[in-house]
C-alpha cells in the first residue's frame, strides 16, 4: 500500500513512500493522477479546492488552500496555510469504554516505595541551585562525585582526540588518519551497580538553569514550584540544595512551595546558603560531608512490588514527522488508555501542538470547570504569542515541514493522539502537580527539553517521546524513552531510539498490539531491568520554562 487515509472524512492521502508525477494511484476504488512528484510522509488531495476551502485531516480542520489545488496535487506551504476551527465550551455528557486490559491483571513492577504513597522507577538523589550564581558549585560537586562513586560516563572521545594530538605533535598527516569508531559497549556498560559505591542509589543528578534571579518575581516562584515538584517526585530520594542568599528565589519560597505538594514531606533535604557559610572552601567540604551522609541514608531503599496503578507516564514528541499522527502517536495513546484503565495517571503536555483540537479535548473533560480551565489556558497562551508577533502557527520547525507537518494543525492533530481516548480529569497550569489518576493536561510549550522538564516536575516517572527524525533529550530523573516513527530512523540511530513504530506504516503490526508491547516495555523500565539509550548517554536536559513566549 502506497497511500492511507487516517479519517473517514479527510480530503488528503498520506503518500506512504514516495510517488512520481504522472503515477495512478487507486485507493478504496477511487483513482488519483498525480500532478506532481510526492514525497514519502507529505499528503495530496482528494478533490479540487479552491482558495479559502478547508484541509482536513484526522476529521478535523488542519489548513486551508491559498490557492485553486487540483485533485492529486501535493499539499506544501506553497498551496496550503495553517487554519483550525474554533472552539468553545462543553458540548455533550463524554463517555469512554476502557479497552481490555486483562493481560495485565495482577501484573506488578518493581519501584520505590515513598512515605506519601507514590512509587519511583528510579531512586536518585539531587543537587540543585536555587539561583544561576551557584552552577559553578553544582558542576566542582559533579566532578568530585560522579568520578569518585561511579556514576562518571567513559570518557570515549578522549581517545580521539589523543590520537589527533599525537598525529599533530609528530608531523604526520591527520587528514589521511583512519577514523575510529566508537566502541558502544563501553558506553552501554557505564552506570552499572557493581561498579558503583552505592549500588541501590540509582544516580545523583546535578542540575543547572540559568533563573532564580534578575527575572520577573513570577519566575522565581515558577522556578521554586517546578524545583518542588521535582523533590516531591517518587523518583527522588533526597537533595542537596545551594543558595547564594540574596537572589528572588528564596529558600522559604522553595519550602513554601514543597509544602503544597506534599505538607508530610520528609525526605532528606539539605540546604546551604553561600552568603552564611563563610569561604567555599569550607561550604563546599560541609556540603560533600553531608551529602555523602544523604546517599549513604539514599541507598537504604529497595524495590518492592508495586501496582501498575501507581505508573505516571508523560507524553511528549519531538523531531515529528509525517508519519508521527498515524504511528507513533496513536501507539503512545493506546499505551496511556490501556494505564488509564489500570488506575494509573497519563500526562499530556504541550499546548501549542493541541491547536485545532481543542474541541475535542474540552468535550473530554469530567467537568465544566476543567473545560473552562483548558480554554482559558489555550487562549491566553495565543494571546501571548500573538503579542509578540508570533503564533501557534508558527510551531512547525524546519524539520517539520521537510517531513510532512506543513502546518500547525497537521503537526498538533496528530500530536494530541498520544493522550489516547479517555477522559481528561485535571487540566494543569505550569507547573502544578499531577493528582488524578487517568488523564491530564500539562500547560508547557511545545520545546521538547522545556516541556519534558514540565512533565518530570509534574509527576511522570516515566516519559514516552515520539519522534520521526531524532533527538537525544532525555531528563535527569524520569527515563525518557524514544518511540520512533519509522522504521528508517530506528536502523539509522540505534542509539538514540528504545522502541521503534516502523512496523504499523508497512502493516506488519497494528497500533494495538503495539501499545501493548509499549507498556510492557515501560513496566520492565519501571522495574529497573532494561535502561533507556538517552539514560545511557547521560542525556540530562533540563530547562525550566521561563513566562515568555515559547513555542
Known amino acids: 500500500m502506497k497511500v492511507l487515509s487516517v479519517h473517514p ?11 512520481d508525477a504522472g503515477e495512478q494511484i487507486s485507493y478504496e476504488g477511487n483513482q488519483y493522477q498525480m500532478v506532481v512528484p510526492v514525497p514519502g510522509k507529505h499528503k495530496f488531495v482528494t478533490q479540487d479546492l479552491q482558495p479559502g476551502d478547508p484541509l482536513i485531516m484526522y476529521g478535523v480542520m488542519v489548513g486551508k488552500a491559498k490557492r485553486p489545488i487540483a485533485k492529486g496535487e501535493w499539499i506544501s506551504v506553497e498551496n496550503v496555510a495553517h487554519a483550525t476551527s474554533q472552539y468553545g465550551t462543553k458540548r455533550g455528557k463524554f463517555t469512554w469504554e476502557p479497552p481490555d486490559v486483562s493481560r495485565w491483571e495482577g501484573r506488578e513492577f518493581m519501584g520505590y516505595k515513598r512515605s506519601d504513597g ?98 520577573t518575581r513570577e519566575d522565581a516562584q515558577s522556578l521554586c514550584s517546578l524545583l518542588a515538584g521535582y523533590l516531591h517526585h517518587p523518583n527522588v530520594a533526597g537533595a542537596t540544595v545551594l543558595s547564594l542568599g540574596c537572589q528572588n528565589a528564596q529558600i522559604n519560597m522553595l519550602q513554601e512551595e514543597i509544602e503544597k505538594k506534599n505538607p508530610d514531606f520528609d525526605k532528606p533535604l539539605l540546604i546551604f546558603e553561600q552568603q552564611r557559610g563563610g569561604s567555599e572552601t569550607t561550604l563546599m567540604k560541609q556540603v560533600i560531608r553531608e551529602t555523602f551522609l544523604g546517599l549513604m541514608q539514599a541507598n537504604e531503599r529497595r524495590r518492592t512490588p508495586a501496582p501498575l496503578s501507581a505508573l505516571t507516564l508523560g507524553m511528549e514528541c519531538g523531531g515529528s514527522d509525517g508519519f508521527s499522527g498515524i504511528s507513533a502517536n496513536p501507539t503512545l ?44 489556558l489555550m487562549r491566553t497562551y495565543q494571546h501571548q504569542a500573538e503579542a509578540v508577533g508570533s503564533g501557534f502557527d508558527m510551531n512547525p520547525s524546519p524539520g517539520n515541514i521537510k517531513d510532512g507537518l506543513i502546518t500547525d494543525g497537521i503537526k498538533s492533530a496528530g500530536a494530541a493522539k498520544k493522550g489516547g481516548t479517555s477522559p481528561v480529569r485535571q487540566v494543569l497550569g505550569y507547573p502544578e502537580y499531577a ?4 488523564l491530564s493536561l500539562l500547560c508547557t510549550p511545545g520545546n521538547d527539553v522545556e516541556s519534558t ?35 528508517q530512523l530506528a536502523q539509522r540511530m540505534p542509539d538514540i531510539i528504545d522502541f ?4 504499523i506504516i508497512t502493516g506488519e503490526e497494528s497500533i494495538e498490539r503495539m501499545g501493548e508491547k509499549l507498556l510492557d516495555y515501560v513496566i520492565d523500565l519501571a522495574s529497573g531491568t532494561v535502561r533507556t539509550h538517552a539514560q545511557r548517554l547521560g542525556q540530562d536536559d533540563f530547562i525550566p520554562w521561563k513566562r515568555g513566549v515559547s513555542l
Open 9 to 19: 472524512s479527510d480530503n488528503v492521502l498520506v503518500a506512504l513512500s514516495p510517488i
Open 118 to 215: 507514590q512509587v519511583g522507577t528510579l531512586n536518585n538523589w539531587l543537587i540543585i541551585p536555587l539561583v544561576f550564581c551557584e552552577n559553578r558549585n553544582v558542576q566542582i560537586l559533579r566532578e568530585a562525585f560522579e568520578k569518585e562513586l561511579g556514576y562518571a560516563q567513559p570518557d570515549l572521545y578522549r581517545q580521539s582526540v589523543r590520537e589527533l594530538v599525537d598525529q599533530y605533535t609528530s608531523g604526520k598527516s591527520i587528514a589521511h588518519m583512519p577514523h575510529q569508531a566508537v566502541v558502544d559497549q563501553e558506553r552501554s556498560s557505564s552506570g552499572d551497580a557493581s561498579s558503583r559505591v552505592f549500588p541501590f542509589l540509582d544516580g545523583i543528578k546535578f542540575l543547572t538553569h540559568e533563573g532564580g534571579c534578575g527575572g
Open 333 to 376: 495513546g493506546q499505551a496511556a488508555d490501556y494505564l488509564v484503565a489500570l488506575g494509573g495517571k497519563v500526562i499530556l503536555s504541550e499546548f501549542p501542538e493541541l491547536c485545532g483540537v481543542e474541541q475535542e479535548l474540552i468535550n473530554r473533560c469530567i467537568s465544566d470547570h476543567e473545560a473552562e480551565r483548558f480554554a482559558q
Open 435 to 438: 493528582t488524578e489518576a487517568g
Open 453 to 487: 522538564t514540565g512533565l518530570a516536575g509534574a509527576g511522570a516517572n516515566i516519559i514516552l517521546f515520539t519522534t520521526g527524525l531524532g533527538t537525544p533529550t532525555g531528563n535527569p530523573i524520569a527515563p525518557v524513552v524514544k518511540v520512533s516513527s519509522n522504521s
Open 500 to 503: 521503534n513504530t516502523g512496523p
